[in-house]
């Protein structure tokens, strides 16, 4: 096993408008985000990955998900936007490196040139058939002055050589 440069697909996070529709920090967020009825439990041994189940009424149960994924990105209940991205005190580089990488689970390299933190907030449908009026994350990303356009660009990737079934003991 490796690790190795090659050529791939990936995003280039640029600026869509002369005046991006977001703030630039200039403290951390005052208060945190509050919940009118929320459990947390700890997640069984049997439990398989991350998953989110919507039931009628608005209740969301969600599994194998950390506090800090749940305040930062998840389910609004609406269905018009689904989805939400919030970001407090981030640098564009971080934003673009981590959290829309992990969410397009492909590389977005940041090319905006803006220093600085920010504080970010949009809501978008992750999967457009479920939602065909909520704008996408690329929509919702122009209308805070962002765009992403895609590229290819070299990429690491981990290349495993070998595999073999595990042993019995």
């Not at 990936?10 to 408008?17: E, I, K, P, R, T």
């Not at 998840?74 to 981030?90: D, E, I, Q």
């Not at 959290?99 to 504080?119: A, H, M, Q, Y």
Request: glycine share 8%.
């Amino acid at each position: 096993m490796r690790s190795e440069t090659i050529a791939g697909l990936l995003f280039v996070m640029c600026v869509w408008s002369a005046s991006p529709a977001f703030p630039q920090s200039a403290a951390p967020a005052a208060a945190p985000p509050a919940f009118e009825v929320a459990s947390v439990k700890l997640s069984g041994p049997r439990e398989f990955g991350v998953g989110m189940f919507t039931y009628s009424g608005g209740r969301i149960v969600i599994t194998q998900c950390t506090l800090k994924m749940l305040m930062t990105s998840g389910v609004t209940g609406k269905p018009n936007r689904p989805h939400f991205m919030r970001a407090y005190n981030a640098s564009m580089e971080l934003f673009a490196s981590k959290r829309l990488t992990d969410e397009l689970r492909l590389p977005v390299i940041d090319r905006t040139g803006l220093t600085g933190s920010f504080d970010f907030f949009f809501e978008y449908a992750d999967r457009p058939e479920t939602a065909p009026e909520a704008p996408t994350i690329f929509n919702a990303l122009q209308d805070l002055g962002l765009k992403l356009v895609a590229a290819r660009g070299l990429v690491r990737h981990l290349v495993i050589y070998q595999a073999e079934p595990a042993s019995e003991n």
